[in-house]
């Protein structure tokens, strides 16, 4: 690439910059903990829509817990 006379060139290599990623698996995001937890209780539960009642989640997420304890126990 050509640059005139008194310009410099600031595009060098900006796309080979990027920065490296982890090693090992991807962390887990709390919303993937979230379905695990409820896929092992209820099956395929739409969880968000769920969410939206705040009553029926709280019911829900303590279905979970219980069910949490009650298998490490």
Do not use: C, K, M
């Given at each position: 690439m050509?640059?005139?006379e008194g310009e410099?060139?600031?595009?060098?290599?900006?796309g080979n910059l990027k920065e490296?990623?982890?090693?090992g698996?991807?962390?887990?995001?709390w919303e993937d903990n979230i379905k695990m937890?409820?896929?092992?209780?209820?099956g395929d539960m739409d969880w968000i829509r769920s969410a939206q009642d705040?009553?029926?989640?709280?019911?829900?997420?303590t279905a979970v817990m219980n069910h949490k304890i009650r298998?490490?126990?």
């Open positions: 050509r640059v005139g410099a060139y600031t595009g060098f290599w900006w490296r990623e982890p090693l698996r991807p962390r887990r995001r937890d409820f896929q092992e209780v209820y705040r009553d029926r989640w709280r019911t829900l997420v298998g490490i126990s």
